[in-house]
């Protein structure tokens, strides 16, 4: 099932520069898996042992995926998935 991914500037030298790419997978970890083959390196910038790194915010046609299943959210075909850093300081 193809799903798409937005990605943020800060990770896009990992997908040569896309804002945007497909990714496959039946839940989250699978995606993240499946973008890992496609562009080696992003899934350790997003998860570590503990499951999504704590400053990464991941969003499933606009809900926030902590807030679902986390990493075992799943998903079909056509949903939109958005990546974002979260921004702290003062």
């Given at each position: ?68 299943d ?11 998935i ?9």
């Amino acid at each position: 099932m193809a799903v798409e991914v937005r990605i943020p500037t800060i990770l896009r030298p990992y997908t040569d520069g896309a804002k945007v790419v497909q990714g496959d997978g039946a839940t989250i970890a699978d995606l993240l898996g499946d973008l890992d083959g496609r562009h080696p390196g992003i899934r350790e910038r997003l998860v570590d042992e503990a499951g999504l790194r704590r400053f990464i915010n991941v969003y499933l046609n606009d809900e926030d995926v902590r807030f679902l299943d986390g990493l075992g959210t799943a998903l079909a075909d056509g949903d939109s998935i958005t990546i974002l850093p979260a921004v702290a300081g003062g």
